[in-house]
């Protein structure tokens, strides 16, 4: 995961490269110019004993892109060598994942519906459940009020449905 | 076969070079450049630029260290200074590189070791 702290080391260290290099071309021409070279001619020589500077700046800035670039497209062709290889535990994988997804989104989809959607009726939050004490939870399944003297009706926003 | 006028360097040369340059001195990139030039007595011309994605990769594997500064000649210059671990690497580098080095030396002089 080293590539995620290079990707905020990198941008400090690409800003100064560009001006380190031509401090770098600035220092060979003054050199030259102190050996008696004329100011062009220095800056020609200067240049020229530099190499490609475009060059070299893109492959200076390249040893930090590339190899994480490069790293987790190994990663991904390794994994997918290695799924073709085992195609058994593959498929397995797959379904195990598949299957525990798929139920946890249907159970989702089911309590999504009829728990935290609010009712359909305007002014939702102005309805009441009563709930029998001893049934309290029950409540969910069980939609039979009884009266009893030991009863304790209890009031409830309802704001959702219970059936 | 092309003829070769210059021949490169092998790969991790550049870097050994500076490693050792830097394990003298910290410096910057020019002056690492007159300081590998001027040892080596012009034997080796380094293209000044190919200096930088060595540092690069040096800086990436944390060999060195890089700061902004002023030199001694009032220019502002980035001053690299050699780690730790850049020390421990350079020792295994000259070593396999003396290594390899002496198997040439055996193999272009039969039964006559070089004494290092």
Do not use: C
Request: proline share 4%; aromatic share 8%.
């Amino acid at each position: 995961m080293n590539w995620i702290t290079d990707l905020f080391r990198r941008r400090k260290l690409y800003n100064g490269l560009s001006e380190e290099i031509r401090l770098h071309i600035e220092e060979r021409t003054e050199q030259l110019i102190n050996e008696g070279m004329s100011k062009m001619e220095a800056e020609q020589q200067a240049r020229r004993a530099f190499g490609n500077r475009a060059l070299l700046e893109e492959r200076s800035r390249e040893v930090w892109l590339w190899p994480t670039l490069e790293s987790i497209l190994a990663d991904v062709r390794f994994s997918l060598r290695q799924m073709r290889r085992s195609p058994g535990f593959t498929i397995a994988a797959v379904l195990t994942l598949a299957l525990a997804i798929g139920a946890n989104a249907v159970v989702f989809a089911v309590l999504n519906a009829l728990i935290l959607r609010p009712l359909n009726v305007p002014h939702a939050e102005s309805l009441y459940t009563v709930e029998h004490g001893a049934y309290k939870d029950w409540g969910f399944f069980v939609s039979r009020l009884s009266r009893s003297a030991r009863s304790q009706p209890q009031l409830r926003w309802a704001d959702s449905v219970h059936p | 076969m092309k003829e070769a006028t210059a021949r490169d360097l092998f790969p991790g040369a550049l870097e050994m070079m500076i490693l050792e340059s830097l394990r003298r001195q910290p410096a910057h990139g020019y002056a690492l450049v007159q300081h590998i030039q001027q040892r080596s007595n012009n034997l080796l011309q380094v293209e000044e630029g190919s200096l930088y994605p060595a540092l690069q990769r040096l800086l990436k594997a944390k060999l060195v260290t890089a700061e902004w500064g002023i030199s001694s000649t009032n220019r502002r210059v980035r001053t690299y200074q050699i780690t730790a671990s850049g020390l421990r690497h350079l020792e295994k580098q000259i070593s396999s590189f003396e290594r390899m080095f002496e198997g040439i030396s055996l193999v272009l002089n039969p039964g006559k070791a070089t004494a290092s």
